[in-house]
């Protein structure tokens, strides 16, 4: 009744105890506690009932207010609440009666029949007989746990020869408080974990090792395979043009001036490739093999595009390309110069290559972070496919065979800038835009560089 009379009055503060929406959860509540509950107002209005017939327990309320009957007895008695044995005309039970003020100053009044009291009595006898089961099931248990205790280094030792058969040595027996002559069984067994673990684990590096060094040889033998037939896909072609001219010269086929030229120039362009691509072999079988001595020094890398491009403005001008050099204020970098004109070179001849559509060929570079100069070579054309963009790093990948036959691609370049960029630890990249592709790459810049705001 003090747990019910609490709840009422938490209800009443937070106003969840009157209206038709709160009735089904206090009637609940009430026959949760089975007892009947009405509250009242001062002049006896009912606002909460649990019964049917509330005004019976209206009445009840106030005979309980106005009995004087001495065979009440008093329980509990508080500021709010008093709780008391009554009763009622008519009835011949005995009932526990609480009569309180709630917050707001109505008045509850809760009843319970002793018959409820004699129901609480049932259900506390059979909870001691079930405290009387429950207790002769815990003797049976404690019995059983002594008696496992005892033969429990017995169990201990089966499990761990049967983790140790399938190869699992992380079972350690340990010994008793009271050593005994099976925690003398059990160290030897852990003896013998140790001593397999270690041999097993030593032949598992073993054969690891052996797997390592055929996977490694096989890599290896793959890897000389593909070389051998790349290098000599890319050389057959310009020997046998090679060939073919020098003995059309030597049978005298052509008798004009003219013609014997163009088969020299044929010639001359054929071996120059041959040359290239035997250059840029070593250049990253170097770089590769981690062979390459790099030159770190401070270097105006503007003059050095410059340069660069330059030494291509016949093939600009042969091909109709439109090329210019963006950014035209000095820039000065560390790195191996050697290097970085590799990068630029191959970038721009990878540019003149590709370039279509407005056959523009542009070179810029911006400061993307502080320290970093990122220099773009961007030329007019198709966009890279994406599952050729993942690939173009790769040594003899090209693209599109075709136009690298028609412009002398060995598809060793943009391996070399790959094989340079790691070398000097600097990032590098590709990106498709909207009217071309732009490759790029990073370089620090030289300490005293002071960048100008319109750069």
């Known amino acids: 009744m003090k747990t019910l009379f609490s709840i009422l009055s938490e209800k009443c503060e937070a106003g969840e105890l009157y209206g038709n929406e709160y009735l089904p959860g206090n009637i ?48 509990k008695t508080t500021e709010n609440y008093k709780i008391f044995k009554q009763k009622f005309p008519e009835f011949e039970d005995t009932f526990l009666v609480l009569i309180g003020v709630l917050p707001d100053g109505n008045i509850v009044f809760i009843k319970a029949t002793a018959s409820a009291l004699e129901q609480t009595a049932s259900i506390t006898n059979k909870f001691f007989l079930m405290m009387v089961f429950i207790g002769s099931i815990i003797s049976v ?34 010994p008793q408080k009271m050593y005994n002559e099976m925690d003398d069984l059990g160290e030897h067994v852990n003896e013998m974990s140790t001593t397999l673990k270690r041999a ?51 049978e005298g086929i052509m008798d004009d001036e003219v013609s014997r030229q163009i088969y020299l120039d044929i010639i001359i362009d054929e071996a120059n490739k041959m040359n290239r691509l035997v250059r840029e072999m070593l250049i990253l079988n170097q770089l590769e093999a981690g062979q390459m001595n790099m030159d770190m020094v401070d270097f105006n890398v503007t003059e050095m595009i410059d340069s660069v491009i330059d030494s291509n403005r016949i093939n600009f001008e042969a091909q109709n390309i439109s090329y210019e050099f963006i950014n035209k204020q000095d820039c000065y970098v560390h790195a191996d ?12 001849s990878n540019a003149i290559h590709y370039v279509q559509n407005e056959n523009i060929v542009t070179v810029r570079y911006d400061f993307v972070k502080k320290g970093k100069v990122r220099i773009i070579v961007f030329n007019s054309g198709n966009n890279i496919g994406k599952k050729d963009i993942k690939h173009i790093w790769d040594k003899f990948y090209k693209a599109d065979k075709a136009r690298s036959r028609e412009y002398g691609g060995s598809g060793i370049g943009l391996s070399v800038v790959k094989a340079t960029m790691d070398l000097l630890h600097e990032k590098f990249g590709v990106e498709n835009i909207p009217d071309g592709v732009e490759f790029w790459f990073e370089l620090s810049l030289a300490k005293d560089t002071k960048i100008k705001e319109n750069s």
């Open 28 to 75: 609940a509540l009430f026959e949760q506690f089975n007892v009947a509950v009405v509250v009242t107002g001062a002049d006896g209005q009912s606002y909460i009932t649990s019964s049917v017939d509330s005004d019976l327990l209206i009445n009840q309320l106030n005979y309980s207010l106005l009995s004087n009957d001495a065979n009440n007895e008093l329980i």
């Open 141 to 174: 248990i404690v019995g059983r746990y002594f008696i496992a205790k005892l033969t429990k280094p017995l169990f201990e030792l089966i499990n761990i020869t049967k983790r140790i058969s399938n190869f699992d040595f992380e079972a350690t027996y340990h």
């Open 200 to 250: 097993i684990e030593q032949l598992r590096l073993a054969n690891d090792n052996l797997k390592h060094d055929l996977e490694l040889k096989e890599e290896t033998e793959n890897m000389r395979k593909e070389f051998v037939s790349n290098v000599s896909h890319e050389l057959k072609t310009p020997i046998a043009l090679i060939q073919g001219y020098a003995e059309g010269l030597q």
């Open 337 to 348: 110069e050697f290097l970085v004109e590799q990068v630029v070179t191959n970038f721009i």
